[in-house]
């Protein structure tokens, strides 16, 4: 099975800051790669597919990039309503896998 | 408007089974491949497994831990899909997804705790 490590685990960061998040997959997953926002008591929300690709309505400082076994997530410009938990998810080979996520909390 | 809700949760005692239901309106169901996803309490996720359209026939997959115990099922007719769990432990316990789709998940359920516990 594809394991995925996100780093950091948590990020601390002001409104208005860029961050980055990464993900590395045990092997090559391609471009194969979605991104989850999550809010506490909601379910995740699907920010990027096929590594970069914005879904319809996610505001553009979200941007996705990377192949094979690295990938990042990151966020420009950040605003009140981005701090959450941000998941990665490959879907390269079966069963699908998350990362551990990525807390991001206001500093 | 897409919408996905998931019942069928609750308190069960260990080695017991449940069937969760996920009842799905506003896409032409039988189109599309739906997914479960759980989240233990203040955990992160884990992919369960899936069940294809009709349409696309092929193997399923589940995680590690739960195969050979759990199994995800579909009625067109109904546009539900449904989550069969045997053998439950206390590991297993849980906030349940569905969700639509194979590869990235794009509409979500909110979910149905289940709790496994004598």
């Known amino acids: 099975a594809i394991q995925l490590t996100q780093s950091p685990s948590s990020l601390s960061a002001s409104v208005g800051d860029r961050v980055t998040i990464t993900c590395r997959a045990s092997q090559g997953i391609s471009r194969a790669l979605a991104w989850y926002q999550q809010k506490p008591g909601k379910p995740p929300h699907l920010l990027i597919s096929d590594a970069s690709s914005l879904e319809s309505g996610v505001p553009s400082r979200f941007r996705g990039s990377g192949s094979g076994t690295d990938f990042t997530l990151s966020i420009n410009s950040l605003q009140p309503e981005d701090f959450a938990t941000y998941y990665c998810?490959?879907?390269?080979?079966?069963?699908?896998?998350f990362g551990q996520g990525t807390k991001l909390e206001i500093k | 408007e897409v919408q996905l809700v998931e019942s069928g949760g609750g308190l069960v005692q260990p080695g017991r089974s449940l069937r969760l239901s996920c009842t799905t309106s506003?896409?032409?169901?039988?189109?599309?491949?739906m997914s479960w996803v759980r989240q233990a309490p203040g955990k992160g996720l884990e992919f369960l497994g899936f069940?294809?359209?009709?349409?696309?026939?092929?193997?399923?997959a589940y995680a590690a831990s739960v195969k050979g115990r759990f199994t995800i099922s579909r009625d067109d007719s109904k546009s539900i899909a449904y989550l069969q769990m045997n053998s439950l432990k206390s590991e297993d316990t849980a906030l349940y997804y569905c969700?639509?789709?194979?590869?990235?998940?794009?509409?979500w359920g909110q979910g149905t705790l289940v709790t496994v516990s004598s």
């Open positions: 069940v294809r359209s009709k349409a696309y026939d092929g193997p399923t």
């Open positions: 998810q490959q879907f390269y080979s079966y069963p699908q896998s």
């Open positions: 506003g896409f032409s169901f039988g189109n599309f491949a």
């Open positions: 969700a639509r789709g194979l590869q990235s998940l794009d509409y």
